[in-house]
């Protein structure tokens, strides 16, 4: 009866599996690297013309808020509120777009944790 299956033992040619082992190694220093260097990058984004502005660290954390003395208005606390809302929400967006661009060059954009499945 002949052998069903590729290779002696079910597994992969000794080789592959250290091209593979390498191959995980080195993705998983650039993701440490990248990681790391996300962690020190900021955005800032603005709102109502730039008379609120947000900065927001890679590690998803508000650093500064800067508003313009025009946009305290104490009849109208709520406009303030929502410049403010506004403006960290796109800093945020814009750390996650970040992140998941240099990410995805990484990974070759593949999916299943480190892009191996």
Not at 81 to 97: F, G, H, K, Y
Not at 98 to 110: E, R, V
């Amino acid at each position: 009866m002949a052998r069903r299956g590729g290779f002696p033992g079910g597994g992969m040619p000794g080789g592959n599996m250290a091209n593979l082992m390498k191959q995980a190694q080195k993705m998983q220093k650039q993701m440490e690297d990248a990681t790391r260097e996300l962690e020190e990058k900021e955005m800032t984004a603005t709102s109502g013309g730039g008379v609120v502005e947000v900065t927001v660290s890679g590690k998803r954390e508000v650093t500064k808020i800067k508003i313009d003395p025009q946009a305290v208005d104490p009849d109208d606390v709520e406009m303030l509120e929502d410049l403010i809302m506004a403006a960290v929400n796109e800093a945020m967006r814009q750390i996650e777009e970040y992140s998941q661009n240099t990410m995805g060059k990484i990974t070759g954009g593949l999916g299943g944790g480190m892009g191996l499945f």
